[in-house]
């Protein structure tokens, strides 16, 4: 396994893995790489208190392995604190496949990563994400059982997508509750930025409760078939963050609260399934908050697919994973409540509350 270089000079010039400005404690980072089927994965455990490390794979077209590493550490990171803030016995992992999805993916590749998965003997379990399907997930599951979001036909839970976007629904709906006073949406101007499986079918909640959707896609055909499929709006402007709305959804990939967009924000709320939307957690969390806007955490309101998929693990039925994603909408509430009292970022109570879990976990092995 190694980190293949394709500029030493530059390496030079970056800080090494442990340095980096994302590695929080990561407890393994494990670096994949197979020249036959031109596999290069990063798989990262950041996690394993509260229980085996699981998250997606995500594959993705990175620039660079350090763009890559950064991702995975991340993500990683983020998902020990959306296992403990949704209390799951889960740790925190990731794993990024650099690539195109559309392009350089084979089955060969997706059976070799599934060798690596398994050979950490289920400290990592993985799952579907960006660039990754069920029909993957079942396929590494020929080679491992440390995977999760298999087909229903295999005796898995299928794809989580729908699951997550209950989740985020219901975190929007909580988040309008405590800004405008009402959870309704009927009315509300809402822009969805991304419309993937997640972003439509929160798109189709949305529109089903009267609310008015605009949505946006660097993708301008899916945009057009979302937008027609469910009486959405595409967003036409070149500033979708200036974009006069009530709600902000950022559903593709994370960062897009930065520099550049925070003060440009409008809407009221921001509510979306995106993960680590927030650039600086600590610095852009505070503005928003400083600026008014209530911002529902990512890593909560897209708990829902890993309450999905947790159920393979554990065994409840798909009622009761819906059961457990639906009470997302009273520990946003809970959030938001927690950092009023303290004057604190919505991010920083949320984290709060998950890191409490984690040390208690902690205490409770300390005992055993």
């Known amino acids: 396994m190694n980190l293949e270089i394709t500029n030493p000079a530059e390496l030079q010039k970056m800080d090494p893995v442990f340095g980096q400005l994302s590695f929080d404690n990561h407890e393994q980072i494990v670096f994949c790489h197979d020249k036959y089927t031109g596999l290069k994965a990063i798989i990262g455990i950041h996690n ?10 995500r594959m993705w077209k990175y620039n660079n392995e350090w763009e890559a590493l950064n991702d995975v550490l991340r993500l990683s990171r983020g998902m020990t604190y959306k296992s403990a803030i949704t209390g799951l016995n889960l740790g925190g992992g990731k794993a990024v496949i650099i690539g195109d999805s559309k392009l350089d993916k ?7 990563f599934g060798e690596y998965v398994n050979s950490l003997s289920g400290r990592y379990i993985t799952a579907e994400d960006v660039g990754t399907t069920t029909a993957d997930m079942d396929r590494i599951h020929e080679v491992t059982p440390f995977v999760t979001g298999i087909s229903e036909e295999k005796g898995g839970s299928g794809n989580p997508s729908p699951v997550t976007a209950y989740g985020v629904y219901m975190g929007m709906k909580a988040a309008a509750k405590y800004q405008f006073g009402s959870e309704s949406l009927a009315g509300k101007k809402i822009l969805v930025q991304g419309t993937g499986h997640v972003g439509e079918t929160l798109v189709e909640y949305i529109t089903k409760e009267g609310g008015i959707v605009y949505v946006s896609d660097i993708n301008y055909s899916r945009k057009e078939e979302v937008a027609k499929k469910y009486g959405a709006i595409v967003f036409e402007g070149d500033d979708i963050y200036g974009a006069d709305v009530d709600i902000y959804s950022p559903c593709a990939l994370g960062a897009t609260i930065n520099n550049d967009t925070v003060y440009k924000i409008k809407a009221k709320v921001i509510a979306g399934a995106a993960n680590n939307q927030l650039a600086v957690e600590e610095i852009h969390g505070k503005i928003l908050r400083e600026r008014g ?4 955490p990512d890593f909560l309101i897209n708990a829902g697919g890993i309450i999905n998929v947790y159920g393979e693990i554990v065994k409840y039925s798909k009622e009761e994973a819906m059961r457990r994603t639906e009470n997302i909408y009273n520990t946003t509430l809970e959030i938001f409540k927690h950092a009023d009292s303290k004057a604190i970022t919505t991010q920083q109570a949320a984290m709060e509350i998950a890191e409490a879990r984690i040390e208690q976990r902690k205490k409770e092995n300390a005992n055993k």
């Open 48 to 57: 394993t208190v509260m229980g085996p490390a699981l998250g997606g794979t």
């Open 106 to 112: 084979t089955p060969e590749m997706i059976t070799k």
């Open 293 to 296: 806007i209530a911002y529902a």
